[in-house]
């Protein structure tokens, strides 16, 4: 039975979690506007940040909200926002803003089916390639998946620490069925979590440098109001952070943004597996289909068929490792998605050895463990 630490048992939905995990992350700045199937999180926030001396804004619109967390977390606060894909879409001028100025803050998109309004109150997964690719521009970015209430807490604690360590926004996709389903949790000790804070200057003011390289790519960060100067604008910059024409400082900062994120692969690149010791063929999931997939493999078993599971936590940069292990394991691959193949192209383009299969769905309805199993027997 779960427990909180008042010996109370909490039966917590996904958007509930996620906020739990944000306040022990040391979330306390939280803007949005509300939106299904992401409300909840809202809702929660506007109670529980003024209890820890948190601050909360319900912003006019998306737009506002992203840009508003920006400037928070410059000012020094860890920073949150939650959406869902019409308003996310909104979100990506100032998320590719906070990708170029290195501002660490966390997005969560609880997604649903779509295009524009679409549907409402019905799981999809048809943002996942906006997540990575939504803002125009040459930029990385991290982006994590959620499957069950559990790990609503967990990776939105990683989550944060990640954009801590290495000053870039993370986006955090869930869906409509992880957001609303309840499930026992444990919350633990809040402080035995490993919990990171960004790198202060340890220079005088005058020595600082906001974009300075160094050998993790990941640079110092100032809050405002500390006495150093720091400029920031959205142009590509140098290491003062004024914007340069000139060629040779604008490829070294953008290779700097992407050398950061690679030299962290081992810790950021997350991927779960199931039953893979002895697979013959293997489910590649993410979100609320891996736990469909989890009971379809395990049926797929009791039929005599030995398959696996891959689930995947993150989603960009994408594992490469990792599902490449699996490719040249298994015979066949299977790869199912509330949308019409998105992680599933992906997966092919690193495939050098198997056959990729998928399962698609975007009718608004879950991908069942029936006909993963099926799928699997097929196959």
Not at 113 to 126: D, R
Not at 273 to 292: F, K, N, P
């Amino acid at each position: 039975m779960a427990r909180d630490q008042n010996g109370k048992t909490r039966l917590l939905q996904g958007n509930e979690a996620m906020v739990e995990g944000a306040l022990a992350a040391g979330c306390r700045f939280f803007a949005g506007y509300p939106i299904t199937p992401a409300s909840e999180i809202a809702e929660l926030m506007s109670v529980r940040l003024p209890m820890v001396d948190g601050t909360f804004i319900q912003m006019e619109d998306e737009i506002a909200s992203m840009g508003v967390i920006v400037g928070a977390s410059l000012a020094g606060v860890k920073s949150l926002t939650a959406t869902s894909g019409p308003g996310f879409s909104l979100m990506q001028e100032n998320l590719g803003f906070a990708c170029v100025t290195e501002v660490p803050c966390v997005v969560i998109n609880v997604m649903r089916g779509g295009a524009s309004t679409g549907l409402p109150t019905s799981p999809a997964q048809g943002d996942v390639m906006q997540a990575r690719w939504g803002s125009h521009g040459t930029h990385p970015i991290i982006v994590l998946s959620v499957s069950s209430v559990h790990d609503c807490f967990e990776i939105t604690v990683h989550a944060f620490n990640l954009s801590e360590k290495y000053r870039i926004p993370v986006v955090i996709l869930s869906d409509e069925v992880v957001a609303h389903t309840r499930e026992a949790i444990v919350l633990p000790d809040r402080k035995k979590l490993e919990v990171v804070e960004r790198i202060k200057p340890s220079m005088p003011p005058e020595w600082y440098q906001p974009y300075e390289d160094n050998s993790r790519g990941v640079p110092p960060m100032a809050s405002f109001g500390d006495g150093y100067r720091h400029h920031v604008t959205g142009l590509v910059h140098d290491a003062h952070g004024h914007s340069t024409q000139r060629p040779e400082e604008i490829d070294a900062f953008q290779r700097r943004l992407f050398r950061k994120i690679t030299n962290g692969f081992y810790e950021i690149q997350m991927t779960k597996s199931m039953l893979m010791e002895d697979a013959e063929v293997a489910v590649i999931a993410y979100g609320s289909v891996s736990r469909s997939a989890l009971r379809g493999i395990r049926m797929a078993r009791k039929k005599g068929v030995k398959a696996g599971l891959l689930h995947l936590v993150t989603l960009f940069p994408f594992p490469k490792m990792a599902v490449s292990g699996v490719l040249r394991q298994c015979r066949a691959v299977l790869v199912p998605e509330m949308n019409l193949g998105q992680i599933s192209r992906e997966v092919k383009r690193v495939n050098t050895s198997s056959k990729v299969e998928k399962i698609n769905r975007i009718d608004g309805q879950l991908i069942t463990p029936e006909e993963i199993c099926e799928r699997l027997r097929e196959m």
